[in-house]
Each structure stands twice: as structure tokens, then as C-alpha cells.
């Protein structure tokens, strides 16, 4: 039941990862470790590169796609504990 929980809780989390990398897929965003060490230094961020917006893209499609494999996942093994499957 715990390893259930916890695939949910990890694909929810993803899930939740990759709707927020999509949402701002377009945008050009950072870090917020990243703005503060540029702020501490006094320097301005380097425009994105096509790797950069690639990965935008990768990181959001692969928080959906491994989202959904571990909600499904984590459901599966609820439902098998509970002998409802």
C-alpha cells in the first residue's frame, strides 16, 4: 500500500511538474537559485539557446508521459492491495 502511494504521489508530482514546464514553455524563464546568483553578481541572464527551448519541450512531455505512468502505476497497486483487481 505504501508503494502505492508513494508511485501516486510521485506521478501527481510529475504530472503537476510537467502542466507548469508546458504552461511557460514559451517563456523565457529561470531558475529561481539561478536569479538569485545572477542578482548576487550584478549580471544579466544569457538569451536561450534551441538546446534550451528543445528541453522546455522535453521536460514537459516527459513530466506528462511519466506523470501518467506512475499515477497508473500507483493505482494499480492500490487497487491490487485493496483485491479489488
Same mark, same amino acid.
Given at each position: %500500500?505504501?508503494?502505492?502511494?508513494? &508511485?501516486? &504521489? %510521485?506521478?501527481?508530482?510529475?504530472? @503537476?511538474?510537467? @502542466? $507548469?514546464? @508546458? ?6 524563464? #529561470?531558475?529561481?537559485?539561478?536569479? %538569485? ?13 534551441? =538546446?534550451? @527551448? !528543445?528541453?522546455?519541450?522535453?521536460? &514537459?512531455?516527459?513530466?506528462?508521459? =511519466?506523470?501518467?505512468? !506512475?499515477?497508473? #502505476?500507483?493505482?494499480?497497486? #492500490?487497487? $491490487?492491495?485493496?483485491? #479489488?483487481?
Amino acid at each position: %500500500m505504501t508503494t502505492g502511494l508513494l &508511485a501516486l &504521489a %510521485m506521478g501527481l508530482l510529475l504530472f @503537476w511538474a510537467g @502542466w $507548469n514546464h @508546458w504552461r511557460y514553455r514559451r517563456q523565457e524563464t #529561470i531558475g529561481v537559485l539561478e536569479r %538569485m546568483i545572477l542578482n548576487a553578481a550584478g549580471e544579466e541572464p544569457q538569451p536561450l539557446t534551441r =538546446l534550451d @527551448w !528543445f528541453l522546455k519541450y522535453l521536460q &514537459a512531455i516527459l513530466g506528462f508521459v =511519466l506523470g501518467s505512468f !506512475f499515477t497508473f #502505476i500507483g493505482v494499480v497497486v #492500490i487497487l $491490487n492491495e485493496l483485491e #479489488i483487481l
